[in-house]
C-alpha cells in the first residue's frame, strides 16, 4: 500500500480538501484509494511518531501504523490529512524558522514506513496572513497569549518555506514534495484533490457544500484575546460560540493588518517575499508545485 501524507501547514484548506475527498469517497474506493477518519488517523500516526521520538520504532511499529489506518483492507492508496505532524499552531516558528520540528518528523514517517511507499504534500500560506490565522486558534485555547508575543518569537521577514522544504527533502533534495498554496486552492481544488489521491479523472470529483472554515481578523481575535482577559472561561462550547460572533463581525481580509502592532508596511514586504519565494519553491529539485491557470477558462469551478 502506498500512504500519501498531507502534513501541513496549518490553516490552509485542509479540512475543505477532506470535506471534498469525502463527499468523493466512492469514487475514490472503486480506485482504491482510502481516507481514514480524523480520529483515526490521529491515534496511528501519534503512535507512530511517540515511538520515533524514543527511538524504539521498526518494521512492526510501520505495519502496525499500516493496518490500523488502513482497517486490516489491502488498499491501493492510502490518505492522511493531518498537519499536526508540521508541529503545532501554537508555537509554528521559532528563532527564525518555520515548523523547526516537523521537518525531522516528516522525514522519520518516511523512512519508517519506506521511502517507496510515502509520497508528502503541503500547502504553504502567506507568513502575513499565515501567523494571525493561526492566532486565531491560539486566543481560544491561550487567551492570556498577546498576538505581538506570539507572531514575534521569530522576525516575521525571516520566515521562508523553502527553508522549511529543504530541510525536509535533506542535503541532497532527494525527498519528493507536492506543493501548492492556500491562495490558490479555491481555483485548483479539483488538481489539487487528483494529485493527492491519484484519482484517474478530477473532472469525475465532486465539491462538497459550504466554504472553507470562516477566519476573523486580527483585529477581531486581538478583541477577543482582550475580552477574555476580562471574561475567562475554559468552557469549549461557549469559546467556539463566541468565537463565532467574532467571526461574524470581524471577517478576516487577505490584507489584514493592526497599526502598530502588524502594520500595512510589515504585511505588504511579506507579501513580496512571499511571492519570491514561491518563485524560487517552484524552481526547487524534487518539489512538484501546483499552480493556478494562467487563463480563467482554465479554472476549476
Not at 97 to 103: A, D, M
Not at 195 to 208: I, M, P, Q, R, Y
Not at 215 to 225: D, F, R
Request: aromatic share 10%; net charge negative; charged share 25%.
Amino acid at each position: 500500500m502506498e500512504l500519501r501524507i498531507l502534513y501541513g501547514a496549518h490553516q490552509t484548506a485542509q479540512e475543505q480538501l477532506r470535506a471534498h475527498l469525502e463527499q468523493n469517497s466512492d469514487l475514490l474506493a472503486k480506485q482504491g484509494i482510502f481516507m481514514p477518519a480524523a480520529e483515526i488517523a490521529e491515534v496511528a500516526v501519534n503512535a507512530a511518531i511517540k515511538a520515533l521520538r524514543k527511538g524504539n520504532a521498526d518494521e512492526t511499529t510501520a505495519a502496525t501504523l499500516m493496518a490500523e489506518l488502513s482497517g486490516g483492507v489491502a488498499y491501493k492508496r492510502l490518505l492522511i490529512i493531518r498537519p499536526a505532524i508540521s508541529g503545532s499552531w501554537m508555537r509554528p516558528t521559532k528563532e527564525g524558522t518555520l515548523y523547526p520540528r516537523g521537518s525531522s518528523t516528516a522525514v522519520q514517517l518516511t523512512r519508517l514506513v519506506g521511502a517507496d511507499k510515502v509520497q508528502l504534500y503541503f500547502a504553504t500560506r502567506n507568513p502575513a496572513s499565515f501567523l494571525p490565522a493561526c492566532y486565531n486558534l491560539v486566543v481560544q485555547a491561550d487567551p492570556k497569549q498577546s498576538f505581538q508575543d506570539f507572531a514575534y518569537q521569530s522576525d516575521p521577514s525571516d520566515l521562508r518555506w523553502s527553508e522549511y522544504l529543504h530541510r525536509v527533502q535533506g542535503k541532497e533534495s532527494e525527498l519528493p514534495v507536492t506543493v501548492w498554496s492556500y491562495e490558490d486552492f479555491p481555483y485548483i481544488w479539483r488538481s489539487v484533490a487528483q494529485a493527492f489521491s491519484g484519482v484517474t479523472n478530477k473532472e469525475d470529483l465532486v465539491a462538497a457544500e459550504g466554504n472553507a472554515q470562516p477566519e476573523m481578523s486580527l483585529k477581531g481575535a486581538m478583541l477577543m484575546q482582550a475580552y477574555l482577559a476580562e471574561h475567562p472561561t475554559s468552557d469549549e462550547p461557549k469559546l467556539r460560540k463566541l468565537a463565532q460572533k467574532f467571526e461574524e463581525k470581524f471577517p478576516a481580509k487577505s490584507d489584514d493588518s493592526v497599526p502598530d502592532v502588524w502594520p500595512a508596511e510589515l504585511v505588504e514586504a511579506l507579501s513580496n517575499a512571499y511571492d519570491d519565494d514561491n518563485y524560487y519553491i517552484d524552481r526547487m529539485e524534487n518539489i512538484r508545485a501546483i499552480r493556478r491557470p494562467v487563463y480563467p477558462e482554465m479554472l476549476d469551478a
